[in-house]
């Protein structure tokens, strides 16, 4: 197979159209509504196929592919001349699945595209081929005799599991009926080649969904690289649009149809080219740029559809191999404010998105994954890496937390409470769930006490503890077990929220706001009293505080009431807390000698039970 020679799809002429329709962003005037054409929007990470690039089939895809082609002959050989649904029956891998395995990156999702019958009856007809066949096998008469594997001696079946029926769901794009299963350790969907007609040219869902030819199907797509088909009868990877495997080989998110017409279709594609453009390190065409100023676009996006759809997006980025740039792309193509939309209590022009890139840009430079920050965790104190998480579950939600920087001290009315306005959004803008939203907006309400002024003054505590006051060790045991900064129910899940990441993220906030100062000291002085803190931290060995070993050791107010003889009531709360700050002072305290430190304090009056 030979692909297309290298072009520069931002040539002079494009590019003069591209700046055209940009707005310039200056340093005293900021429209955040409007692209930013300063960057050619290229994510940093790229990805490439090589000329007469071929598919190379695993063992699993490679009987696929042999048992769905000699079903499809059966099907031909038992039809009569007149059944043209039949005769004329082909079946191609369409999609994602192609785009991948070119790019060298496995994919066990398959959609096959059968171009004369629906998902669902093709489906059900191949799973009665296979039936069919170890039936004849097991007479001695099947057709199909590559069922042996070398070297293992023994004869394979091959059934497909559970043929589920996912109905069209045209409000969420999904305009025909699919019918899903597994094979082999693959997932896949069947569904018919198709055409669509809009009869309305403001609605988003076809009038009518007919079998199409494939070019007509590859038209319909979101994007070139995921338009083409591997034939499963020849084994030829087909190219309709005539620019898939071009701007494979280029690195180029384009449309197979005009930009603006496609998003027409379904607005929600504008951000999926953004996913994939950052996802495999692509640049967008100049007429996707252009068609996101297109005003009807922008009204289709943000009115047109739903708020889970677009979280699902975003949250796609954010698991993505760049979060950054996808945070970075949204900005410069003044996207923020439609997919992180404001809350409705909220004037816009109190949202400034460039606080988000700002924010993301010095949290990748800390994560070691991206050269734009001037920070880097190669250059920074050793105790700094050992905040970094080391979960992508974990880097996913700070990155969120990053992109609502914007509404870090703003608050908006969600019915009649009024919260942290990024509360609001995760809940209304984007409906990504309770566990994100208590897990943010736990990190931003630490900021209230992780901040360096607060940290310093803890570090400055005598480190034995006096009448007055209690010890460092005491004062940082007690920052630890704060709700905000870390959560001791869910201390040893993969991606709660703990210490480490509330102090990298206060760290991240701070500094992010001393760069617009432009002041390496004030940085310096910053990143050292963090440093200092998480020396103090493991010195002490406070990590102990928050592991459920330290909550076993510890008194529970069950067996302080039955020290102390006396009933649960306001007075308990202050008692489990003494108890907490005495086992912190003194961790390897058993329960034997907790008990009876609490006693000798009620005979000297210095605990009240009533």
Not at 115 to 139: H, I, M, N, P, V
Not at 502 to 515: C, D, G, H, K
Not at 556 to 564: A, F, H, N, Y
Request: glycine share 6%; with cysteine; net charge neutral.
């Amino acid at each position: 197979m030979r692909l297309n020679p290298l072009r520069n799809y931002f040539d002079q002429q494009g590019l003069s159209r591209l700046m055209g329709c940009l707005k310039r962003r200056t340093t005293s005037t900021t429209d955040h509504n409007q692209p930013n054409q300063k960057r050619l929007l290229v994510s940093r990470m790229t990805m490439r196929i090589k000329k007469d690039q071929e598919i190379e089939l695993n063992r699993a895809e490679s009987k696929l592919c042999q048992l769905l082609n000699q079903s499809v002959s059966h099907l031909k050989a038992s039809a009569s001349s007149t059944n043209q649904d039949l005769n004329s029956l082909t079946l191609r891998i369409a999609g994602g699945w192609v785009r991948d395995k070119l790019l060298g990156v496995q994919s066990n999702d398959l959609d096959i595209a059968i171009s004369s019958l629906t998902g669902q009856d093709f489906a059900t007809r191949f799973s009665s081929y296979l039936r069919d066949q170890q039936r004849l096998k097991r007479e001695g008469q099947s057709e199909n005799q590559t069922t042996k594997e070398a070297g293992d001696g023994g004869e394979e079946t091959f059934e497909l599991g559970k043929i589920a029926t996912i109905e069209a769901r045209p409000d969420q794009s999904k305009h025909l009926e699919t019918a899903t299963t597994t094979f082999l350790g693959l997932d896949l969907d069947f569904v018919q080649l198709r055409s669509e007609e809009y009869g309305d040219q403001d609605s988003r869902i076809p009038s009518s969904v007919r079998f199409g030819t494939p070019l007509e199907d590859a038209l319909r797509r979101d994007i070139t690289i995921n338009s083409l088909f591997y034939n499963v009868h020849t084994g030829a990877i087909e190219d309709h649009t005539g620019k898939g495997l071009e701007d494979l080989e280029v690195g180029l998110i384009r449309t197979p149809l005009p930009a603006e017409h496609t998003f027409k279709d379904d607005p929600l594609r504008l951000l999926r080219c953004i996913r994939f453009a950052t996802r495999f390190g692509f640049r967008l065409d100049a007429d996707i740029v252009s068609a996101a100023t297109s005003e009807p676009i922008r009204v289709a996006l943000k009115e047109k559809i739903s708020r889970e759809r677009v979280g699902t997006e975003v949250d796609k980025m954010l698991k993505g191999r760049d979060p950054l740039s996808s945070l970075k792309m949204i900005e410069e193509l003044g996207l923020y404010k439609l997919v992180f939309s404001p809350p409705k209590s909220l004037k816009e022009e109190t949202i400034d998105p460039s606080i988000a890139v700002e924010t993301a840009t010095c949290l990748a430079g800390l994560l070691h994954l991206t050269n734009d920050s001037n920070l880097s965790s190669s250059t920074l104190p050793p105790n700094i890496s050992k905040l970094l998480p080391r979960s992508n579950a974990l880097k996913r939600r700070l990155f969120l937390a990053s992109a609502l920087s914007p509404y870090r001290e703003l608050k908006a009315k969600a019915g009649k409470k009024e919260l942290w306005a990024g509360e609001v959004v995760l809940m209304e803008s984007l409906k990504l769930g309770n566990h994100d939203k208590s897990f943010i907006s736990n990190l931003y309400r630490s900021l209230e006490v992780l901040n360096s002024s607060n940290l310093e003054s803890i570090l400055n505590t005598t480190t034995t503890k006096t009448t007055s006051s209690p010890s460092i060790r005491v004062e940082l045991g007690r920052l630890l077990r704060l709700a905000c900064v870390h959560d001791l129910k869910q201390s040893e899940a993969e991606a709660s929220l703990n210490w480490q990441s509330s102090l990298l993220f206060a760290l991240v906030i701070e500094l992010t706001r001393s760069q617009s100062q432009s002041s390496s000291e004030l940085r310096n002085s910053i990143i050292n009293t963090f440093d200092l803190l998480v020396q103090k931290i493991l010195d002490l060995d406070l990590t102990f505080v928050v592991t459920p070993e330290f909550e076993k050791r510890r008194l529970d107010g069950k067996e302080i009431c039955e020290v102390l003889k006396t009933k649960p009531g306001k007075h308990l709360g202050q008692i489990i807390e003494r108890v907490i700050d005495r086992q912190i002072e003194y961790p390897d305290q058993t329960k034997e000698e907790g008990s009876q430190w609490l006693e000798d304090q009620l005979r000297a009056g210095l605990i009240k039970i009533s």
